[in-house]
């Protein structure tokens, strides 16, 4: 563990610039042979504003990462926050608590919050407007939101006091886990339930990629699983019921086009529809 620790310290850009990569590539291998949909689309004319997106969210954190490492350092010089007042505990439970702390604060809170505030949801709406969802679907966020959910790891990091290492290691841990959770593949369905025990898996986070209420408002949880059993915001839906999209934004040119995209946020607000859980929502 502390080998793994000393090596996530000291992350090298390009090692996390390969793990992007290769967990992009994999799923990608994976939809073409174990699809989920069967998508009629040019998969990479639909990826070109998925990876806009995915390079603004880099170009954020990796102009705002000082911000990280400096709070890091100073929690764990101070011996401030949530993990660092416990008492004394081994290596891999203070790790796993960390990590665990810093997927709620990190991702949890600030996803239901963008979902449960207007002028936030029409800037999160851009990652939900992708009408055919896969492994590129992941880093689809406006620049604004990429701003805010940094915010919000930044408050985590300061209020959790995770020293640089878990912070970079959770990062990394989240990157794997957003691809593989919006990949198109199509697991065995025991499989799949068994997993998101643990951690969200493929079917958990297509329920919420729904394209009607409530199931959009739910399965907020971004590597465990255990933040949306908890907070009751869990929810399921047979996989084959689903529908991508978002009701009150059906104009697939729009949600295609990176201009069209960037502009989403400031629309008017419109209200999604509501249907009853278990009630068809689709022809």
Not at 11 to 24: A, E, F, K, N, Q
Not at 55 to 73: P, Q, V
Not at 159 to 175: D, H, K, N, R
């Amino acid at each position: 563990m502390e080998a793994i620790l000393t090596y996530f310290e000291t992350i090298p850009s390009s090692h996390r610039s390969i793990l992007l990569v290769s967990g992009i590539t994999l799923f990608w291998l994976l939809e073409g042979t174990v699809p989920l949909f069967r998508f009629s689309y040019k998969k990479w004319r639909h990826a070109v504003p998925n990876f806009f997106f995915t390079l603004t969210t880099i170009t954020i954190n990796f102009a705002l990462a000082f911000l990280f490492l400096t709070t890091s350092d100073w929690v764990a010089a101070h011996g401030f926050g949530i993990i660092n007042w416990l008492p004394a505990m081994p290596l891999w439970l203070y790790v796993v608590l960390g990590v665990l702390l810093l997927d709620f604060a990190g991702a949890y809170l600030p996803h239901y919050v963008e979902h449960k505030v207007k002028p936030l949801w029409m800037i999160h709406l851009v990652h939900h407007t992708d009408h055919e969802v896969d492994t590129t679907t992941a880093n689809r966020h406006h620049p604004l939101e990429s701003l805010i959910r940094f915010v919000f790891t930044w408050f985590g990091i300061f209020i959790i006091g995770t020293p640089i290492a878990l912070v970079m290691l959770y990062q990394s841990l989240s990157l794997v886990a957003t691809q593989f959770s919006h990949a198109n593949i199509r697991l065995p369905r025991k499989v799949d339930r068994a997993i998101r025990w643990l951690i969200v898996s493929p079917d958990m986070h297509k329920v919420h990629h729904h394209y009607m209420l409530p199931y959009t408002d739910s399965n907020y949880g971004n590597i465990f699983s255990i933040w949306d059993r908890l907070l009751g915001t869990y929810m399921e839906l047979d996989r084959d019921a689903i529908v991508y999209g978002v009701d009150t934004f059906p104009d697939r040119r729009e949600n295609g086009s990176v201009l069209g995209l960037l502009k989403q946020p400031f629309h008017k607000y419109r209200k999604p529809t509501s249907i009853a859980p278990g009630q068809k929502s689709y022809s």
